[in-house]
């Protein structure tokens, strides 16, 4: 799993390769077609023969290769997944002892409670990777579901969470999706026809 920072990261440096790929291309192009004047039509090479030829080039090259291969590393231990914490800590907590819900247990209880309380169907309910505190609650809406049934549901589960931790100790996101595939059924209708 990655973390929001991690995904940040990962964006940028999309946009910063995307761009200078972009770049690259437009330069190559215009050398190509000379559009602008910038490169001269014959392509001198005698400074990159002097600059191979020195002492430190191969040094340099390593110093960059090691550098890339770290860059590389650090992004992959980045994008390693992380175990995350199955228990959250309640406020009842102190000196005598520490008060911890299981967050994973408490996910599932909570998607049965949605669907007997509410008109969803197929719930199932998970933690959080960027919150240990947080349950996500996902469902589809029932095809013949009324709003305010819906709405009455989940508020109902959002109060006995609230009642249930007080301190904020755990927290319910619901994300509600269209109905769910229906189950085909067979059926038959007889038709009587007078003659």
Do not use: C, K, N, Y
């Amino acid at each position: 799993m990655t973390t929001r920072r991690t995904r940040s990261i990962d964006r940028l440096v999309t946009i910063v390769v995307g761009l200078a790929l972009v770049a690259a291309a437009l330069l190559a192009w215009d050398w190509r077609l000379d559009l602008t004047g910038w490169f001269q039509q014959t392509l001198r090479t005698d400074g990159a023969d002097t600059v191979l030829d020195s002492s430190w080039w191969p040094w340099a090259w390593a110093v960059v290769g090691v550098a890339l291969g770290v860059v590389g590393l650090l992004w992959l231990l980045a994008h390693l997944p992380r175990p995350t914490r199955g228990t959250s800590r309640i406020d009842g907590s102190d000196a005598t002892g520490r008060l911890e819900v299981d967050v994973a247990s408490l996910a599932r209880t909570l998607a049965d409670r949605w669907a007997e309380l509410a008109p969803v169907t197929g719930v199932r309910g998970r933690t959080a990777p960027d919150a240990h505190d947080l349950v996500e609650l996902i469902g589809h809406v029932d095809v013949e579901a009324e709003a305010d049934a819906l709405l009455e549901g989940t508020e109902r589960l959002e109060t006995e969470v609230e009642q249930a931790f007080p301190d904020g100790s755990v927290r319910v996101r619901f994300l509600l999706q269209g109905p769910g595939r229906q189950p085909r059924t067979r059926r038959t209708t007889d038709i009587a026809v007078d003659a």
